[in-house]
């Protein structure tokens, strides 16, 4: 897989993606390969690109221009007004590339941001996010969501769901499992030989011993004890306001927190330009920046491509070595 380029799926279109796309290869043209899927009209102000009939082409177009398999859209673009009449379009294009990965076309998925709200309005989309919808595609059931940074890893246990739903939905068969998946790609991804990882309380102080909350002493401590027996380097349930300072992170190499927010603000807070989502689990590779569409500066030409270039390189280095 290491010498097939990457799939960029060109995310909603009104947003800041096709900058960012730009800028990305602006900065990595020399160094990795990877083609854009979407339709070119929505490039008009972003030169040098080329479109190209199969994604090997882009490794010879690369070092001169955007490399753009062509899927088009239903309408043009007004920056920072998505329209729901392309929503299908923004679905089909993750689709294809999933599909090329497969066919062993592409290395490997980095998904610029989409618009939720959008892709529900015009397409019925069914899917809390990206993460979800990639999980049915690949028909796999348990699928990780990691914010990897410089500074922190971190892994969300529950993911797109109300808050007042979170303490339903912990429960000790899946957090084991997301355990075990975030060890395994800790191991055979990053290079980590005996991963150490750090599980968060639920409630605050962890709980303190059934005090604040019983989630600590029914779900999460009898997982890590389980693990333990196994020798693997897993602790907690630890505090989540003591959990993310910089002494705390120097003793461990992944943060599994219980919810959203816990899991994102740390990473946000740390590394916000740096940060990359990668889901673990799938058949394939998959990074995305680790933020949004950023409707208000689209088309702009002010957004930060940070982000999306550490995503770029994070899922080329990744899928070298499958």
Same mark, same amino acid.
């Given at each position: 897989? +290491?010498?097939?380029?990457?799939?960029?799926?060109?995310?909603?279109?009104?947003? @800041?993606? =096709?900058?960012?796309?730009?800028?990305?290869?602006?900065? *990595?043209?020399?160094?990795l390969s990877f083609f854009w899927i979407g339709d070119p009209r929505h490039l008009d102000q972003y030169l040098p690109f080329k479109t190209i009939s199969k994604p090997l082409d882009a +490794? &010879?177009?690369?070092?001169?221009?955007?490399?753009?398999?062509?899927?088009?859209?239903?309408?043009?673009?007004? $920056?920072?007004?998505?329209?729901?009449?392309?929503?299908?379009?923004? !679905?089909? =294009?993750?689709?294809?590339?999933?599909?090329?990965? +497969?066919?062993?076309?592409?290395?490997?998925?980095?998904? *610029?941001?989409?618009?939720?709200?959008?892709?529900? &309005?015009?397409?019925? $989309?069914?899917?809390?996010?990206?993460?979800?919808?990639?999980?049915?595609?690949?028909?796999?059931?348990?699928?990780?969501?990691?914010?990897?940074?410089?500074?922190?890893?971190?892994?969300?246990?529950? @993911?797109?769901?109300? /808050?007042?739903?979170?303490?339903?939905?912990?429960?000790?068969?899946?957090?084991?499992?997301? !355990?075990?998946?975030?060890? #395994?790609?800790?191991?055979?991804?990053?290079?980590?030989?005996?991963?150490? @990882?750090?599980?968060?309380? *639920?409630?605050?102080?962890?709980?303190?011993?059934?005090?604040?909350?019983?989630?600590? /002493?029914?779900?999460?401590?009898?997982?890590?004890? %389980?693990?333990?027996? %196994?020798?693997? +380097? =897993?602790?907690?349930?630890?505090?989540? &306001?003591?959990?993310?300072? %910089?002494?705390?992170?120097? #003793?461990?190499?992944?943060?599994?927190?219980?919810?959203?927010?816990?899991?994102?603000?740390?990473?946000?807070?740390?590394?916000? &330009?740096?940060?990359?989502?990668?889901?673990?689990? *799938?058949? $394939?590779?998959?990074?995305?920046?680790?933020?949004?569409?950023? /409707?208000?500066?689209?088309?702009?030409?002010?957004?930060?491509?940070?982000?999306?270039?550490?995503?770029?390189?994070?899922?080329?280095?990744?899928?070298?070595?499958?």
């Amino acid at each position: 897989m +290491r010498n097939l380029p990457i799939a960029l799926t060109c995310g909603e279109p009104a947003g @800041i993606g =096709v900058e960012l796309a730009h800028k990305a290869w602006q900065s *990595l043209r020399h160094e990795l390969s990877f083609f854009w899927i979407g339709d070119p009209r929505h490039l008009d102000q972003y030169l040098p690109f080329k479109t190209i009939s199969k994604p090997l082409d882009a +490794r &010879d177009v690369m070092p001169e221009a955007l490399p753009v398999l062509e899927h088009r859209f239903e309408t043009k673009v007004t $920056f920072g007004c998505p329209d729901v009449a392309n929503s299908q379009g923004v !679905i089909n =294009v993750i689709e294809k590339a999933v599909d090329l990965i +497969r066919d062993k076309q592409a290395s490997s998925l980095c998904t *610029l941001p989409i618009h939720k709200q959008a892709l529900k &309005d015009g397409a019925d $989309f069914q899917y809390p996010g990206h993460t979800e919808f990639l999980a049915f595609l690949a028909g796999v059931d348990h699928v990780v969501m990691m914010l990897s940074g410089p500074n922190l890893k971190v892994v969300p246990a529950t @993911i797109h769901i109300p /808050l007042r739903d979170v303490p339903d939905a912990l429960n000790t068969v899946e957090l084991e499992k997301t !355990i075990s998946i975030v060890r #395994k790609a800790l191991i055979e991804k990053f290079s980590i030989s005996d991963p150490r @990882i750090a599980v968060a309380g *639920l409630n605050p102080h962890a709980g303190e011993s059934g005090k604040f909350g019983q989630e600590e /002493l029914t779900v999460i401590m009898p997982v890590i004890q %389980k693990l333990q027996a %196994k020798h693997w +380097r =897993v602790t907690g349930p630890n505090s989540a &306001d003591t959990l993310f300072y %910089k002494a705390a992170r120097e #003793k461990y190499d992944v943060a599994i927190a219980m919810y959203h927010d816990q899991a994102l603000i740390p990473i946000k807070t740390l590394d916000f &330009d740096a940060g990359v989502n990668v889901t673990l689990g *799938l058949p $394939f590779v998959r990074t995305s920046p680790d933020h949004g569409t950023a /409707l208000d500066i689209a088309g702009k030409g002010i957004a930060n491509p940070t982000s999306t270039i550490e995503a770029l390189q994070l899922a080329a280095r990744l899928s070298s070595q499958e």
